[in-house]
T-cell receptor, first 115, second 112 residues
Framework: DTEVTQTPKHLVMGMTNKKSLKCEQH?????MYWYKQKAKKPPELMFV???????INESVPSRFSPECPNSSLLNLHLHALQPEDSALYLC??????????????FGPGTRLTVT | GNSVTQMEGPVTLSEEAFLTINCTYT??????LFWYVQYPGEGLQLLLK?????DKGSNKGFEATYRKETTSFHLEKGSVQVSDSAVYFC???????????FGKGTKLSVKP
């Protein structure tokens, strides 16, 4: 099973709302990632969790707050977003954060619209 | 720094045509190289990978060979189908660094 699941599939939120995106994998992977993808662009890395600890934050605004409650679950908490934050948010996981040869498996993404 | 350059799209082919999507990279050391495919409205799927020079990755009729001398990882398929219509991303990853570095993506449209 190489599946990464993400919920919800679609999310519309106002600029004053608080919402959360959820990602789950049951492959025993120890690295998990959040990416943001705008239309017709490649994914851009936001955060990396390595063994449940935040290891990379690509200077993401504080209105995005990641959380890794356990090795299978990754959340992205959203608060006071701007319309330009509308994008596809992708979660990914890989077996070993220290080994570059291991591929990343991506979830289907959450399509976020900020109104 | 590390970077990936892909041929600009879109690429439009007729069914059963030969496909080549060029990808070159800049990196120190020995990166691992990947091709991902993204179908409309979906996430990225790993298509194939190669982890060292002269490795050939292959999957679903697609192939790519890791060429260190030309720093290239071109994607090829001998006979494309309408169902291959998607955006293809070339990517590299180095060692203990967590992130994938993507090319800009190439959109492929296959007409019946």
């Amino acid at each position: 099973d190489t599946e990464v699941t993400q919920t919800p599939k679609h999310l519309v939120m106002g600029m004053t709302n608080k919402k959360s995106l959820k990602c789950e994998q049951h492959m025993g992977h120890r690295a998990m990632y959040w990416y943001k993808q705008k239309a017709k662009k490649p994914p851009e890395l936001m955060f990396v969790y390595s063994y449940e600890k935040l290891s990379i934050n690509e200077s993401v605004p504080s209105r995005f707050s990641p959380e890794c409650p356990n090795s299978s679950l990754l959340n992205l908490h959203l608060h006071a977003l701007q319309p330009e934050d509308s994008a596809l948010y992708l979660c990914a996981s890989s077996q070993d954060p220290q080994q570059g040869s291991y591929e990343q498996y991506f979830g289907p993404g959450t399509r976020l619209t900020v109104t | 720094g590390n970077s990936v350059t892909q041929m600009e799209g879109p690429v439009t082919l007729s069914e059963e045509a030969f496909l080549t999507i060029n990808c070159t990279y800049t990196a120190t050391g020995y990166p691992s190289l990947f091709w991902y495919v993204q179908y409309p409205g979906e996430g990225l799927q790993l298509l194939l990978k190669a982890t060292k020079a002269d490795d050939k990755g292959s999957n679903k009729g697609f192939e790519a060979t890791y060429r260190k001398e030309t720093t290239s990882f071109h994607l090829e398929k001998g006979s494309v189908q309408v169902s291959d219509s998607a955006v293809y991303f070339c990517a590299l990853r180095r060692g203990s660094q967590g992130n994938l570095i993507f090319g800009k993506g190439t959109k492929l449209s296959v007409k019946p």
